[in-house]
Nanobody, 121 residues
Framework: QVQLAESGGGLVQPGASLSLSCVAS????????MGWYRQSPGKEREMVAT?????????????FYGGPVQGRATISSDNSKNTVHLILNNLNPDDTAVYYC?????????WGQGTQVTVSS
């Protein structure tokens, strides 16, 4: 099992930036990728950003971003600490959602409990 602990989120003003962090524990060895997804009421969960984390692998560090955050998001990882960070800039009300940390290990997905992000003035 992999446990994911998220931090960050809360109430953010439009145009501001957001920083989220996630730490994996438990059977963290072998995690191939980590990332962030989000879900707002009435919508399906969507990918925000993911990063390949398998140390020494051919694609280690490769990043993927969802369409709505392209150019505004940066994801990074510290593999030695099993940690992933997300910075999202120029927030707008459409970014309001519950943000979930994700880790993929041997084909299985693990999820954090989620952290609420509300963009409002």
């Amino acid at each position: 099992q992999v446990q994911l602990a998220e931090s960050g989120g809360g109430l953010v003003q439009p145009g501001a930036s957001l920083s989220l962090s996630c730490v994996a524990s438990g059977n963290a060895a072998g995690i191939a990728a980590m990332g962030w997804y989000r879900q707002s009421p009435g919508k399906e969960r969507e990918m925000v950003a993911t990063i390949v984390t398998n140390p020494g692998g051919a694609n280690d560090g490769t990043t993927f971003y969802g369409g709505p955050v392209q150019g505004r998001a940066t994801i990074s990882s510290d593999n030695s600490k099993n940690t992933v960070h997300l910075i999202l800039n120029n927030l707008n009300p459409d970014d309001t959602a519950v943000y979930y940390c994700n880790a993929r290990r041997f084909g299985l997905d693990y999820w954090g409990q989620g952290t609420q992000v509300t963009v409002s003035s």
